[in-house]
């Protein structure tokens, strides 16, 4: 039944021509028997243009003005007629067999909105690094997710926009993406909390897409290292997001709460509150506020032990009075598990398999 799904891999690239051919091998490599590979250009100037005047009939090329991850995600999703849509982004590959995984999970049920997984981390030249996303001791969720979702959705294991293929009709419920608030990056965003309101989740244990790290990435860190811009820049996607989980679950009639709290957003704010709180994106927030909150988002965590839940608390009343340097320091420890070894095993015995729970 699986081979009776169409599955289009729509890549979005952006002057990542150097990785570009590597995508489209990728895609045109899948093993399930209807795959479409649909290009779509936005606006790159690095030679990427060339790549796909040489691309044969196989491949759907689609040419458009520069306007940002969201802007390239809708007009790969204005060519697709695919019953199965998986956005790779042109600096990833996906592994032969994931739209074959991912077509057999919808077909076994007709529910579903989203199936995603693990991502391996490559370098520039396509080696594995030897790091899975999520770690391998994090289970990721599947099933009804809709409450947890409106409740706290960044605390739940989501992946980025490689490691996610969407039922087309769920993603035509809900897009086009609002390319004002997610101007340049972030759609993924949208993508992977919009669609867990509209269906079931599953989660897929294999990993399925390989993950690009390579110094130039236009979101992620090549390294562990606190830069505080891109923490801001989380927490506008997380603040657009929220508005738009809000807004659909009004629509759906789904029950919500007033607001949403996520102790991982809350982290972030607090950080970039502390460290530029002159250009901190929330001008309402401040440290009692996000610890008063942190409070709320704990009551909310029914996947975190008593004592892990005192360790959130105790970093939010912590950051709230330290000066500037120690709570540089104390988000380090928060948001990179790799810079606090020696506290993990601790933390996995208060959690039980969270030893990384804090971030």
């Not at 990728?26 to 690095?46: E, K, P, Y």
């Not at 849509?85 to 007709?110: H, N, Q, S, W």
């Not at 972030?268 to 440290?287: C, E, F, V, W």
């Not at 008593?306 to 939010?316: D, G, Q, R, S, T």
Request: hydrophobic content about 45%; proline content about 4%.
């Amino acid at each position: 039944m699986s081979a009776s799904l169409s599955v289009d891999v729509v890549i979005n690239n952006h002057d990542y021509g150097r990785f570009l051919e590597a995508a489209i091998e990728s895609a045109l490599a899948q093993t399930h028997d209807r795959v479409r590979t649909i290009v779509v250009d936005d606006g790159s100037t690095d030679g990427s243009r060339e790549i796909l005047a040489r691309q044969d009939g196989d491949v759907t090329v689609v040419l458009k003005g520069n306007g940002g991850q969201a802007s390239a995600l809708n007009a790969g999703m204005a060519e697709s007629e695919g019953e199965v849509v998986i956005f790779l982004d042109a600096d990833d590959v996906l592994r032969p067999e994931t739209a074959a995984r991912a077509a057999a999970a919808f077909a076994a049920d007709e529910e579903v909105s989203k199936v995603q997984f693990r991502m391996e981390t490559i370098d520039a030249e396509g080696r594995p690094t030897g790091e899975t996303l999520p770690a391998p001791h994090l289970a990721m969720p599947s099933g009804d997710l809709r409450a947890a979702e409106l409740a706290r959705p960044y605390d739940l294991v989501w992946m980025a926009t490689s490691a996610n293929a969407f039922r087309a009709e769920a993603l035509r419920r809900i897009l086009p993406i609002p390319e004002g608030r997610y101007p340049r990056t972030g759609a993924d965003w949208y993508l992977v909390h919009l669609t867990a309101l509209l269906g079931r989740v599953v989660s897929l244990d294999e990993v399925g897409a390989g993950y690009r790290v390579h110094g130039g990435n236009d979101y992620a860190l090549a390294a562990s290292t606190l830069d505080v811009e891109h923490v801001r820049q989380a927490v506008r996607f997380a603040d657009a997001t929220s508005d738009e989980l809000l807004r659909l679950a009004t629509e759906l009639g789904q029950p919500h709460p007033d607001r949403i709290l996520s102790v991982a957003d809350l982290a972030n704010r607090m950080t970039s509150l502390k460290l530029d709180r002159s250009r901190h994106p929330i001008g309402s927030d401040s440290a009692l506020g996000l610890l008063r909150d942190s409070l709320g988002a704990c009551r909310r965590r029914d996947d975190a032990s008593a004592a892990m839940k005192a360790a959130f608390v105790a970093w939010f009343a912590a950051m709230a009075v330290a000066p500037r340097r120690l709570a540089r320091r104390l988000a380090e420890l928060f948001l990179f598990p790799s810079r606090r070894r020696s506290l993990n095993r601790l933390l996995g015995r208060m959690q039980g398999n969270g030893a990384e729970a804090l971030a």
